[in-house]
């Protein structure tokens, strides 16, 4: 992923990094002070949870007053039934961008999918569609063994992914069985991307660990007293199936479990913050590796807005 910075280019920000690091907070004050400058900032959703209208309390999506008169788009703009891939966000986030610029403003791209951003500034490779049979025989596969068999057919792709990402395991090795080719090689074949048309402004929010796991602890418990229940019920109530990413998201499980009877209220906070902290730490790990070394971190919980955001002010 590359930084943009071309003066005539078109000025994109971007704010990322890990769940309840404070990403949306700052998206808006970054808005409000393009506001005091006579622009127009709109921030666009950037989270594979918060695209969801399904999960308006277990995904944190800023409220109205959260949002404090700013604009905010792709946000709740898929319903729970269809999984939104990564693709398919990026292509609505380059719509939204595009039509911000038309109309002279200045778009925000939040938040803490990687995936997201990497397709949408970087493109995608188009791999063919893969063989059915073998995407069964692959997903019927413990992880173990599906681990074990990458590992000896793309050694590469199996180095960097943990022994218990199932869905990545599956997907690298169904790729390098149906295609022969590995995941990696069609990677490297990526197109679509935005990055070389935008100057861009990236701040991936780095805080420090134990005060952000405290955060996501704090709130997860706020999140039951406050509706997230009956956003679980209302989510069994439609019968969709588990496999889908709005029954998977965190905290979908751990509170559909209580309202089975099969954990205490005790049990599910103390897995749903297990669960988020878990989530938490491999955003924060994937934000501190991949993006390019030239884009801000910021590991301060202090943010001078002025200081940080001084070249796109000067647009």
Not at 51 to 73: K, N, Q
Not at 78 to 93: I, N, Q, R, T
Not at 179 to 207: A, D, F, N
Not at 260 to 268: A, I, P, V, Y
Request: charged share 25%.
């Amino acid at each position: 992923m590359g930084k943009g910075n071309t003066p005539d280019k078109k000025p994109v920000a971007l704010i990322a990094g890990p769940t309840a690091s404070g990403k949306s907070d700052l998206a808006v004050l970054l808005a409000l002070a393009l506001e005091k400058r006579g622009k127009r900032g709109v921030v666009i959703n950037a989270d594979s949870a918060q695209v969801y209208a399904d999960l308006r309390i277990l995904s944190a999506r800023p409220t109205e007053d959260d949002m404090r008169g700013v604009e905010h788009r792709l946000f709740g703009a898929w319903d729970g039934a269809h999984a939104c891939s990564a693709a398919e966000w990026a292509a609505a986030a380059k719509v939204e961008i595009a039509a911000l610029h038309a109309e002279g403003a200045i778009p925000i791209l939040c938040g803490g999918t990687g995936m997201y951003l990497q397709v949408l500034i970087d493109g995608i490779a188009e791999i063919p569609a893969i063989d059915p049979v073998i995407r069964d025989q692959v997903r019927k596969m413990p992880t173990a063994s599906a681990y074990a068999a990458l590992q000896f057919e793309d050694p590469e792709r199996a180095a960097q992914l943990n022994p218990a990402d199932s869905q990545r395991i599956s997907r690298s090795l169904e790729v390098v069985r149906s295609t022969g080719v590995t995941i990696g090689e069609w990677q490297r074949e990526k197109e679509g991307g935005i990055g070389e048309y935008i100057t861009l402004h990236p701040l991936v929010l780095l805080p420090d660990r134990e005060w952000l796991y405290e955060r996501c602890d704090r709130r997860f418990e706020i999140m039951l007293d406050h509706g997230a229940i009956e956003e679980v019920e209302l989510l069994l109530a439609r019968g969709l199936s588990d496999s889908l990413p709005v029954m998977r998201a965190i905290g979908v499980p751990e509170i559909a479990a209580m309202i089975k009877d099969e954990l205490s209220r005790g049990e599910t906070i103390a897995a749903g913050q297990q669960a988020t902290r878990n989530y938490a730490k491999r955003q924060y790990t994937w934000f501190r590796r991949q993006p390019p070394e030239n884009w801000l971190q910021m590991t301060s919980q202090e943010y001078n807005i002025e200081a940080i955001f001084a070249s796109l002010f000067q647009h």
